[in-house]
T-cell receptor
Framework: DGGITQSPKYLFRKEGQNVTLSCEQN?????MYWYRQDPGQGLRLIYY???????QKGDIAEGYSVSREKKESFPLTVTSAQKNPTAFYLC??????????????FGPGTRLTVT | AQKITQTQPGMFVQEKEAVTLDCTYD???????LFWYKQPSSGEMIFLIY??????QNATEGRYSLNFQKARKSANLVISASQLGDSAMYFC????????????FGAGTILRVKS
C-alpha cells in the first residue's frame, strides 16, 4: 500500500542530544513537509522540500535541520539548539510543490519527549 | 494578521444531527485552495474535502460539504448525520501563491459527538 511512514511513533531523548525523525513515502510525491504540533494547537511548518537536494525553511526552522538526498526520504533532525523540542511531529507529502489543488498526505506522526 | 481563523475552540453535537464548523480566511490571491482535515486522538491527519476558489459549486464528499462564501471569505465545513466516530479535531487550511503555495492551517476546532 502506498503511504507515508514515520518511525518511531514515540521517541524519548535526554536534553542536549540531537535526534533524527524518519519520514519515508512511496507515493512518488515531489514535495515533502515537516510540521510541529503542540497540544491543543494547529500545525506549524518547520521545513519543506519541493525537489531532491533542495529544501526551504518554514515558519519555525530554528533548531531543526533536514536533508533530501532521495525523493522518498525527508529526515528531520531536532538539534540541541531547539529550546522546546517536546512536541508531536508530522511529515507530509504532496504530488507537486506548486498548484493550489493538491492536498497533502500525512504520516502517522512521531511524539517526541525530551527530558 | 491571522490567515486562517477558526473561531470555535470546541463544539458539541448530538449524534445524527448536522454540525457546522466555521472557517474564515484572509488572502489577496484570486486563485487559492481551501482544505479541511480531521485529526482523531491517534494524531493522524485525514484529508476530508477540498474547495478551489474558482469552483462555482460547493464541494461535497459523502457526509461532508463545504459552505463556500467567497465574498465573505468563509469556508465552513458541514457534517451531516454526525456519528460518534466524528469526534476529533478539525482543521481548516488554505494554499495560495501569497503564502508561497504552502498549506497554512487554522488553530482547529474540537468536535465532540454525544450519544
Amino acid at each position: 500500500d502506498g503511504g507515508i511512514t514515520q518511525s518511531p511513533k514515540y521517541l524519548f531523548r535526554k536534553e542536549g542530544q540531537n535526534v533524527t525523525l524518519s519520514c519515508e513515502q512511496n507515493l512518488n510525491h515531489d514535495a515533502m513537509y515537516w510540521y510541529r504540533q503542540d497540544p491543543g494547537q494547529g500545525l506549524r511548518l518547520i521545513y519543506y522540500s519541493q525537489i531532491v537536494n533542495d529544501f526551504q525553511k518554514g515558519d519555525i526552522a530554528e533548531g531543526y535541520s533536514v536533508s533530501r538526498e532521495k525523493k522518498e526520504s525527508f529526515p528531520l533532525t531536532v538539534t540541541s539548539a531547539q529550546k522546546n523540542p517536546t512536541a508531536f511531529y508530522l511529515c507530509a507529502s504532496s504530488p507537486r510543490g506548486a498548484g493550489s489543488s493538491y492536498e497533502q498526505y500525512f504520516g502517522p506522526g512521531t511524539r517526541l519527549t525530551v527530558t | 494578521a491571522q490567515k486562517i481563523t477558526q473561531t470555535q475552540p470546541g463544539m458539541f453535537v448530538q449524534e445524527k444531527e448536522a454540525v457546522t464548523l466555521d472557517c474564515t480566511y484572509d488572502t489577496s490571491d484570486q486563485s487559492y485552495g481551501l482544505f479541511w482535515y480531521k485529526q482523531p486522538s491517534s494524531g493522524e491527519m485525514i484529508f476530508l474535502i477540498y474547495q478551489g476558489s474558482y469552483d462555482e459549486q460547493n464541494a461535497t464528499e459523502g457526509r461532508y460539504s463545504l459552505n463556500f462564501q467567497k465574498a465573505r471569505k468563509s469556508a465552513n465545513l458541514v457534517i451531516s448525520a454526525s456519528q460518534l466516530g466524528d469526534s476529533a479535531m478539525y482543521f481548516c487550511a488554505m494554499r495560495g501563491l501569497e503564502y508561497g503555495n504552502k498549506l497554512v492551517f487554522g488553530a482547529g476546532t474540537i468536535l465532540r459527538v454525544k450519544s
